[in-house]
Each structure stands twice: as structure tokens, then as C-alpha cells.
């Protein structure tokens, strides 16, 4: 596996692309991405999509074009080749805020990965969103900030939440009651933790930085 980040940019609104990719880090336009990526100077590696977005087949040398007819969202099949690249670390821009049903197929791909032994966090506006499985997030001291924890699965069994304005331990979540909105950090070191199950977990943009664990 590469230790380093794969970037995916997709075709949804650009909030911003505050990265500068490191050595070994791997940069994929999914589809409309690519005129994302010209506009903030910041070369791909790879280009992939059907480009119903683009409108345009991209003139780089590191293109796969896909059927307009698939399973697969472009995102999903851009972070199937990083994946292939060895990647196990995903960072995903402009994955939000256009449509909304694209929007929920990305916060979905967020949990296949998660399922899949791999990392990926989705950016919004002022948001992060990232997701875990049978594990625990641990975050160095935030000072302050939302966050929303809510279970993917039908259920998500033994969650705890420490360092909290407002904890759980040993919780059970389901799927369906959204009892996870509107936590808060309260400067202390927090934790995230879900024995069985898949959570969703929306956090201050930041809160990626100050992350000291993740198993």
C-alpha cells in the first residue's frame, strides 16, 4: 500500500482545493474535476469519466474514458484506480453541493471504503465528512465546533463518544432516528469509537488535521 494521498476531484461544487500534493501523492480528475484542477494550477495524474460534465474527451495523456451507461458513479470508479494505484488514503473535493442525489452516492462511497479498509474524507463548504467501521477516531484537542455522528448500517452497535459536550458509551444507533446530530468539541481529546457497524461522521474542516488514531 502507498502511504501517501490520493486526491479525487469531482464534477460537484468547488468549495476550495486547499492541498499541495507531496511526493507520492496521486492527484485523479473525476470527470468535470479536471476543469477544477486547470483552474487552481494543480496538475492531475489521472483523468477519468464518462465527461458528461466536461462535455469534452480532456487532452492529457492519462485519460480513461467510460461508458455513459455504468454501475459506477465516476467517483466511484476514480477511486477504484486509486485503489489500484495502492492507494488506502482518499481525500475527495468538490464531491458535494451540486446535485443531491450525487452528493448522497458520495457520503455512501465514503462507507464502501471505510468497509473496504480504507480512509476517505469528503470536503463541503466548512464541513468534513469521513465515515468508520468496527473502530475509533481519536482527535487531539479541538477547540471548538459541530460535529454529527449517525449510523450508516441498520445499526451501529457500542458506540462511544469521549471528550464530548455530550457522551455516549456503549450506545446503541440505528439507521433510522438521526439521535447523533449537533455534538460539539469542547477543547479536550475526544474519541469516536463503534464496536459493530458503520458511522457517519460530519466534522468541523480542520477536524482531519487534528486526528491522532484512527483503528
Not at 55 to 83: F, S, V, Y
Not at 114 to 123: A, E, K
Not at 128 to 138: E, F, Q, W
Request: proline share 3%; hydrophobic share 40%; net charge negative.
Amino acid at each position: 500500500m502507498n502511504n501517501g494521498i490520493c486526491y479525487v476531484i469531482g464534477a460537484g461544487t468547488d468549495y476550495g482545493l486547499d492541498f499541495c500534493p507531496d511526493k507520492g501523492d496521486f492527484v485523479i480528475a473525476a470527470d468535470g474535476g479536471f476543469s477544477c484542477l486547470e483552474k487552481r494550477g494543480i496538475l492531475a495524474d489521472l483523468v477519468i469519466g464518462d465527461f458528461d460534465s466536461l462535455k469534452e474527451i480532456p487532452k492529457h495523456p492519462n485519460t480513461i474514458r467510460l461508458k455513459a451507461e455504468k454501475d459506477d458513479t465516476d467517483m466511484l470508479a476514480a477511486l477504484r484506480e486509486g485503489i489500484r494505484a495502492g492507494y488506502k488514503n482518499f481525500y475527495i473535493y468538490c464531491g458535494t453541493g451540486g446535485r443531491i442525489d450525487h452528493t448522497l452516492a458520495n457520503i455512501q462511497t465514503l462507507a464502501w471504503l471505510s468497509q473496504s479498509g480504507m480512509r476517505g474524507f469528503l470536503f463541503h463548504k466548512d464541513m468534513v465528512i469521513t465515515a468508520v467501521t468496527n473502530g475509533r477516531l481519536s482527535f487531539a484537542e479541538i477547540p471548538k465546533g459541530y460535529l454529527s455522528v449517525f449510523s450508516h448500517t441498520t445499526r451501529a452497535e457500542g458506540v462511544t463518544l469521549d471528550g464530548l459536550k455530550y457522551e455516549l458509551h456503549n450506545a446503541l444507533l440505528t439507521n433510522a432516528c438521526p439521535v447523533g446530530t449537533s455534538n460539539e468539541f469542547i477543547g479536550r481529546r475526544s474519541e469516536i469509537a463503534v464496536e459493530e457497524g458503520t458511522l457517519i461522521v460530519v466534522l468541523p474542516r480542520g477536524a482531519e488535521e487534528r486526528l491522532v488514531l484512527w483503528n
